[in-house]
């Protein structure tokens, strides 16, 4: 049987991010052409180390992982971490990720359902390739993805950015014709990361997407840009 179980801070030891670190090392994505210094096709690798930088920002941040496990053998987790934004509680997805052979059988959505479990967060981001990604988070914190209205999404998204206390999130760069009505390149919601992950799973899994009848709301992904979602809770 599959279970969820929620850490925070100081119970997310090295241990545990040394499996997260193995899992997502493994599975995670490979390398585009355009990643400078990389070889493409490479495994994108992580470590504990890597980890506690880029996703476990310091106090009075606080951090959450969520793992689902069949006994011992972890299967997928979610990190996040959890900051005040003008007296309302922000919530950012900073990692995802699912064993392979565990795929399309619910796992990130129920991992996101665990870590909004008892919280009464206000909004939730992610930045992120995949749109399966994006599916589960609107399914477990919204109202799905065939229900989403861009439009809908808060005008205040950059001042929450501009105050998360996750790096790569704080300097992100927002792209797409929903921030600038200049711009007709077949962005519309997404920013700029400098994350060369390959796009060749995230393009397939939007021709998924996209053959179940769902128009897909957020335009095109250049090189190194990730979608980003924001769920306001009301
Ligand atoms: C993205 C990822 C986490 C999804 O995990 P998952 O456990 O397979 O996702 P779920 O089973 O909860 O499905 C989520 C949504 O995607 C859809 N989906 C997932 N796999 C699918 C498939 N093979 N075919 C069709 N739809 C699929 C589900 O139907 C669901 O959408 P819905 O609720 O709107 O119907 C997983 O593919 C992964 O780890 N990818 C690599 C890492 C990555 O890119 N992580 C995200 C960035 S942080």
């Known amino acids: 049987m599959i279970s969820y179980t929620v850490h925070e801070d100081v119970n997310i030891i090295d241990k545990k991010l040394q499996d997260i670190a193995t899992l997502f090392s493994e599975n995670y994505g490979i390398w585009s ?9 490479q495994r994108i690798r992580s470590s504990p180390t890597r980890l506690r930088s880029d996703c476990l920002p310091e106090a009075p941040a606080r951090s959450f992982l969520v793992q689902a496990k069949d006994g011992d053998l972890l299967l997928g987790h979610v990190l996040a971490t959890r900051w005040i934004f003008q007296g309302m509680k922000m919530c950012w997805i900073t990692q995802l990720c699912v064993c392979k052979a565990y795929r399309n059988q619910g796992l990130a ?3 996101l359902a665990k870590l909004s479990e008892n919280n009464d967060d206000d909004g939730f981001g992610i930045l992120t390739s995949h749109p399966f990604a994006i599916s589960a988070a609107l399914r477990a914190l919204g ?6 209205k861009l439009c809908t999404i808060s005008d205040r998204i950059r001042d929450i950015m501009a105050s998360c206390p996750v790096n ?7 792209r797409g014709s929903l921030f600038d009505s200049d ?13 060369f992950v390959d796009h060749a799973e995230p393009d397939t899994a939007l021709k998924t997407v996209q053959s179940k009848g769902i128009k897909w709301p957020f335009g095109r992904l250049p090189e190194g840009h990730e979608f980003l979602a ?3 809770r009301p």
Do not use: H
């Not at 052409?33 to 096709?41: E, I, M, Y």
């Not at 109202?143 to 989403?148: A, V």
């Open 33 to 41: 052409s355009a990643a400078q210094g990389k070889s493409k096709g």
């Open 109 to 111: 959505t129920k991992l």
């Open 143 to 148: 109202d799905g993805l065939d229900q989403t």
């Open 168 to 174: 790569y999130v704080r300097t992100a760069e927002l």
């Open 183 to 195: 711009v007709d390149d077949g962005t519309v919601f997404c920013a700029d990361t400098k994350f």
């Open 230 to 232: 924001f769920i306001e």
